[in-house]
C-alpha cells in the first residue's frame, strides 16, 4: 500500500514562503504523475501543480511564476516551494500520486498539510 506523508504547512504572512514536502513509503518511479491539490473552505479541491516521471511540469494559472513543483527521486519526494504567498493560498495542501497498470489508474492522497496566510 502506498503512504504518501505530507510536510511543511504552517502559518506564514503574506509575501512569504514555505516549502511542501511529499515522502512516498515506495519508489516515487512507479508514479506517472505526482501532483499537489488545494481545498479552501467551501470550495473544492483543485489541482495546484504536477510533475510527470518524465519531469514536465503543470501549473494552475493562479500559482504560475510563485510556486515550483520539484521531485527527488532518491528520496522519494516532491516538494512544493511556494513562494510571494497570498491569503488567498490559504488551504489544506495534498499531496497525490497516480499509478497506471494496464487499463487501470490508481490515486494516492496524503492526509493533507494545512497552509494558512495571514493579511
Known amino acids: 500500500q502506498v503512504q504518501l506523508v505530507e510536510s511543511g504547512g504552517g502559518l506564514v504572512q503574506a509575501g512569504g514562503s514555505l516549502r511542501l514536502s511529499c515522502a512516498a513509503s515506495?519508489?516515487?518511479?512507479?508514479?506517472?504523475?505526482m501532483g499537489w491539490y488545494r481545498q479552501a473552505p467551501g470550495k473544492q479541491r483543485e489541482l495546484v501543480a504536477s510533475?510527470?516521471?518524465?519531469?514536465?511540469?503543470h501549473y494552475a494559472d493562479s500559482v504560475k511564476g510563485r510556486f515550483t513543483i520539484s521531485r527527488d527521486n532518491a528520496k522519494n519526494t516532491v516538494y512544493l516551494q511556494m513562494n510571494s504567498l497570498k491569503p488567498e493560498d490559504t488551504a489544506v495542501y495534498y499531496c497525490?500520486?497516480?499509478?497506471?497498470?494496464?487499463?487501470?489508474?490508481?490515486?494516492?492522497w496524503g492526509q493533507g498539510t494545512r497552509v494558512t496566510v495571514s493579511s
Open positions: 497525490n500520486a497516480r499509478q497506471v497498470a494496464g487499463t487501470l489508474m490508481y490515486d494516492y
Open positions: 515506495g519508489s516515487i518511479f512507479s508514479f506517472i504523475t
Open positions: 510533475i510527470s516521471s518524465g519531469v514536465i511540469t
